[in-house]
């Protein structure tokens, strides 16, 4: 029975304590359930990560593309003026002051030279003025100067005919040192006139050019060599055929004889076979031993010879026509 009750007392007591507590308490008030509206989202979208520009940075950039703005709208009207200006009247080309012309057009040049700087003077493209001028035949440089505001100064070297060359038509023409073509063989009047040239380049190209340059320095040159000493063989040849440096062969004057000189001592071998030629002309058989009989006996009744070969000095190639 105590034990019962002690039993009884002690829940008792554990039930008042207990109820104690819960009046101690703080209650927590129930939250409301969310009640979703039918015009909100069910889903509603996550805000956006900010950009990470500022209102000064935006600042900024609107200042500095109004700053270059600026300048190009300056630039452009500095252009502007520029051109109106550089293209007024002012500079609008009324003298042009040739000098050096002998043989050249100056009507021609000057034509060239207005229509070049129809723009004004200010605006002229100086190096396009002169490889204009320089394309003329006659001209070998030309320099040109601008003379503000209203001048053109220009100064022509004109090329100087140095030969007379035959063309693959027969016409002659002469040349200077370059072998460019100057002008037909009447433009020039002289009593002394040196030996034809045949066998230049006619194409255009700079290869063709060169070729020719070639071939007029050996031109010289075999005449001065010719000339070195007396008499003066260059006066019994007609015309010189370089063609071929290796194979350089001339015409006599007056008997239209070919002479094969090779490429070298041309002055020795022309000399063998000039003496060839007037033992011939004497019928001086004993100078023709080394040609066969009949060879000799046609020369003698006048059979006609068609070459001269001296490439061997010492023993000349006299060649028969047919």
Known sequence: MKATRGNRIHH???SASDLAERHRRVRTPRRKPHVVSK??????????????ISHAQVARLVRAGLALGLAVAIVMGIIGVYHAFAGSRFFALRKVELTGIVHASRAEMERALRQGVSGGLWQANLTELRRE????AWVREAEVVRVLPDTLRVTIREREP???????????VWVDRDGVALGERDLFKTQLVPPLISGLEE?????????NRRRLIMYEQLLAELDKGEPRLSEAVDEM????LQDVQLRLADKRIKV???????????????????????????????????????????GRIAYLDATRPDRVIVGLAP
């Not at 190209?205 to 070729?211: D, H, K, L, M, T």
């Not at 055929?241 to 071929?244: T, Y």
């Open 162 to 172: 140095f030969a007379l060359a035959r063309r693959a038509t027969g016409s002659l």
């Open 203 to 211: 194409s255009d190209g700079e290869a063709a050019s060169e070729a």
């Open 260 to 302: 094969i000189l090779g490429d070298h001592d041309f002055r020795a071998r022309l000399a063998s076979a000039l003496r060839v030629l007037h033992a011939v002309e004497r019928k001086d058989l004993s100078a023709l031993g080394l040609l066969k009989v009949t060879d000799a006996e046609r020369l003698v009744k006048g």
């Open 39 to 52: 015009s909100e989202p069910r889903h509603p979208h996550p805000p956006r990560p900010s950009s990470g």
């Open 241 to 244: 055929d370089l063609g071929d």
């Open 133 to 136: 001028l320089e394309r003329h």
């Open 12 to 14: 008792q007591d554990a």
